[in-house]
């Protein structure tokens, strides 16, 4: 299977906003659930939000309030809006179908203070 490809990420101020997209084509796209992930330095990567098929979503809580994820299952493709950015949420962002670890290359998020 191909690798999701993440994009949109890039430097920004606390508090502004950046929406990153993953375009994930194939043929069980609209029944897959798809999660948004992250990697700071030094960490983990961890699970920030997901979303099913049919595009009902959840996050963890230093994200929710915050970002929102979305898909359009016609274009294939994963969203997450992110607002008020904070310096704690640089990181490498990443997606993938929920449970695969089949992520794309990531796409670097750097919010300075």
């Known amino acids: 299977q191909g690798q999701p490809v993440e994009s949109g990420g890039g430097f920004v101020q606390a508090g502004g906003s950046l929406r990153l997209s993953c375009a994930a084509p194939?043929?069980?796209?609209?029944?897959?659930?798809f999660g948004w992930y992250r990697q700071a330095p030094g960490m983990q990567r961890e699970f920030l939000a997901g979303?099913?098929?049919?595009?009902?979503?959840n996050y963890v809580a230093s994200v929710e309030g915050r970002f929102t994820i979305s898909r359009d299952n016609t274009k294939e493709t994963v969203y997450l809006q992110m607002n008020n950015l904070k310096p704690e949420d640089t990181a490498v962002y990443y997606c993938?179908?929920?449970?695969?670890?089949?992520w794309g290359q990531g796409t670097q998020v750097t919010v300075s203070s």
């Open positions: 993938a179908v929920v449970g695969s670890r089949n």
């Open positions: 194939g043929s069980k796209f609209s029944v897959s659930p």
């Open positions: 979303i099913t098929g049919r595009g009902t979503a």
